[in-house]
T-cell receptor
């Protein structure tokens, strides 16, 4: 019940395409869902996050879609660029006493072709 | 977001030795976390290190193997003790906000021979 399932494991798109990465969770107590971008040799960087009271959130070219009833959320990258080639991780967490401990998905390796 | 640094950035160690990893933050934070990321894998939480209390370890991680110190609101250390090749990983610290977000350091890449 604590797992976060992420798919696909890898993804190749052409420049300008819209890669979509999906995550599913079981624990309905989760109340914070961030996405991270990680380049080789670097730590993960927070991209965008959503709470279950909204169905969509946009920040620049990144959009999260959230389906509370299906317990699924996804990341869309608009007008993807070769510089977006990285590994993307979703996560889910619940706040306990103000502390949010993350459960991470397994990651998606994205390659955007020039 | 906070600026987080880790030392060392990478190390190669011999089996049976110990390595202490430092995490420094440029502002005071209550919540700090230590993660392990095995090669090509996802991140797994080792422990939560809040200042003023003992570190809280996740299932599968014990204090004898991964002792943690949190002497103040800007600094923490993680020691990987009695290392074996299976400990070869990236070790990451992060800082958390009360809103839910976490910000990660650059990581320490450890290779145990």
């Amino acid at each position: 019940q604590q797992q976060v399932k992420q798919s696909p494991q890898s993804l190749i798109v052409q420049k300008g395409g819209i890669p979509i990465i999906n995550c599913a969770y079981e624990n309905t107590a989760f109340d914070y869902f961030p996405w991270y971008q990680q380049f080789p040799g670097k730590g993960p960087a927070l991209l965008i996050a959503i709470r279950p009271d909204v169905s969509e959130k946009k920040e620049g070219r990144f959009t999260i879609s959230f389906n509370k009833s299906a317990k699924q959320f996804s990341l869309h990258i608009m007008d993807s660029q070769p510089g977006d080639s990285a590994t993307y991780f979703c996560a889910a967490s619940k706040g306990i006493g103000g502390t949010y401990k993350y459960i991470f998905g397994t990651g998606t390796r994205l390659k955007v072709l020039a | 977001s906070a600026v987080i640094s880790q030392k060392p950035s990478r190390d190669i160690c011999q089996r049976g030795t110990s390595l202490t990893i430092q995490c420094q933050v440029d502002s005071q934070v209550t919540m700090m976390f230590w993660y392990r990321q095995q090669p090509g894998q996802s991140l797994t939480l080792i422990a939560t290190a809040n200042q003023g209390s003992e570190a809280t370890y996740e299932s599968g991680f014990v204090i004898d193997k991964f002792p943690i110190s949190r002497p103040n609101l800007t600094f923490s250390t993680l020691t990987v003790s009695n290392m074996s090749p299976e400990d070869s990983s990236i070790y990451l610290c992060s800082v958390g906000s009360s809103f839910g977000s976490q910000y990660f350091g650059p990581g320490t890449r450890l290779l145990v021979l």
